[in-house]
T-cell receptor, first 114, second 113 residues
């Protein structure tokens, strides 16, 4: 059982919909991450939060909007997505954002944009 | 910059065969090295890690040794099982931040009964 929980596990949305992905970690960590995993592509880091502050935005389009209300919760708000945004979105956490920390992943949210 | 190169898949083996998945890296400083595993329909799970040269990470019968002289972190298992079928990712965390963890492209492993 993972200490990082993501909901929903599966989401189908239209291009005009607004939806959110939720992530909660029970590990007492202070850094949280969103990754995108597409077929036949390397894992892509999207956003990083360290102690609730966004420390990295990896040139992600504004139709993806992260929110980190506290160190245990992370959201990814989705708005007017494109079919090519269909992918597995992985949330992860680590004790801090410092080098050498192990990153722990959730099971992912499968997103299909129709 | 830092990079990770791992062997192309898919790799198909028979049960009880010996497994090696090669991983080499390029990095400045002293990175930490990881192997993650992704079972079908799931997220990535940490399999093992090593944080300094000559360290050996091990878990569930898998092993990998941090070799600085050959810049390698090859994953090995002496006798694979059908349940080991998954995608394996080699990863590197540089000496600046954990968010700079770099993943290899993944190697899909299939084990035949």
């Amino acid at each position: 059982e993972t200490g990082v929980t993501q909901t929903p596990r599966h989401l189908v949305m239209g291009m005009t919909n607004k939806k959110s992905l939720k992530c909660e970690q029970h590990l007492g960590h202070n850094a949280m991450y969103w990754y995108k995993q597409s077929a036949k592509k390397p894992l892509e880091l999207m956003f990083v939060y360290n102690f609730k502050e966004q420390t990295e935005n990896n040139s992600v389009p504004s139709r993806f909007s992260p929110e980190c209300p506290n160190s245990s919760h992370l959201f990814l708000h989705l708005h007017t997505l494109q079919p090519e945004d269909s992918a597995l979105y992985l949330c992860a956490s680590s004790p801090t954002g410092e080098a050498g920390n192990t990153i722990y992943f959730g099971e992912g949210s499968w997103l299909t944009v129709v | 910059g830092n990079s990770v190169t791992q062997m192309e898949g898919p790799v198909t083996l028979s049960e009880e065969a010996f497994l090696t998945i090669n991983c080499t890296y390029t990095a400045t400083g002293y990175p930490s090295l990881f192997w993650y595993v992704q079972y079908p329909g799931e997220g990535l799970q940490l399999l093992l890690k090593a944080t300094k040269a000559d360290d050996k990470g091990s878990n569930k019968g898998f092993e990998a040794t941090y070799r600085k002289e050959t810049t390698s972190f090859h994953l090995e298992k002496g006798s694979v099982q059908v349940s080991d079928s998954a995608v394996y990712f080699c990863a590197l965390s540089g000496d600046s931040s954990a968010s700079k963890i770099i993943f290899g492209s993944g190697t899909r492993l299939s084990i035949r009964p």
